[in-house]
């Protein structure tokens, strides 16, 4: 199995809800990452976790929670979020052999997220 | 924070034309990967290539390293219709903490 599913695919909220983002892997992948996606721009990177620890956070506003219950899921809550956060936003996985990233990221397909 | 730069943005060919896809980047990396994006889709891996290689080939694709110029290239050879999406490079840092920053992107047309 070399799938990363997330849900939901898409998602719209208002500016005073609460949700969350979810990414499940069964790859075994020891560290797992969120991206953050505009239209016709890079995937910029957002958290990373590495054995179940948050190792890079890049700066991303606290209205954006991460969270990672266990080796094969993560999660990112969100509240409070702005109409500029619209985006795509990636999760992926990848291995870890003797704490050394072996380099290849799987991606999910995303979940679109649509703030009113 | 973007790493890499790559030209062209945008790049439109005929069928089995060769496509080039180059990306620059400004530090030092563990490496250099390509990911192939379709529209609105998740990225797939396409190749890596480690600091201390040159040049790699998988199939129709062949990707050079210079890391004295801090470039990379991409060639798809007898390109065909279904590679038409979004390339990018991704660089790798030093320091292990897993951290692949993107560039910025080229987007190819192949035309039947």
């Known amino acids: 199995d070399t799938e990363v599913t997330q849900t939901p695919k898409h998602l719209v909220m208002g500016m005073t809800n609460k949700k969350s983002l979810k990414c499940e892997q069964h790859m075994g992948h020891r560290a797992m990452y969120w991206y953050k996606q505009k239209a016709k721009k890079p995937p910029e990177l957002m958290f990373v976790?590495?054995?179940?620890?948050?190792?890079i956070n890049e700066s991303v506003p606290s209205r954006f929670s991460p969270e990672c219950p266990n080796s094969s899921l993560l999660n990112l809550h969100l509240h409070a979020l702005q109409p500029e956060d619209s985006a795509l936003y990636l999760c992926?996985?990848?291995?870890?052999?003797?704490?050394?990233?072996?380099?290849?990221?799987?991606f999910g397909e995303g979940s679109r997220l649509t703030v009113l | 924070s973007q790493q890499g730069e790559e030209d062209p943005q945008a790049l439109s060919i005929q069928e089995g034309e060769n496509a080039t896809m180059n990306c620059s980047y400004k530090?030092?990396?563990?490496?250099l990967q390509w990911y192939r994006q379709n529209s609105g889709r998740g990225l797939v891996h396409l190749i890596l290539i480690r600091s201390n290689e040159r040049e790699k080939h998988s199939g129709r694709l062949r990707v050079t390293l210079d890391t004295s110029k801090k470039s990379s290239s991409l060639l798809i050879t007898a390109s065909r219709a279904a590679d038409t999406a979004s390339y990018f490079c991704a660089t790798e840092l030093p320091g292990g903490y897993n951290k692949l920053i993107f560039g910025a992107g080229t987007r190819l047309a192949v035309h039947p």
């Open positions: 992926a996985s990848s291995a870890r052999l003797a704490g050394v990233s072996t380099g290849e990221l799987f």
């Open positions: 976790y590495s054995y179940e620890k948050l190792s």
């Open positions: 530090t030092s990396i563990n490496n």
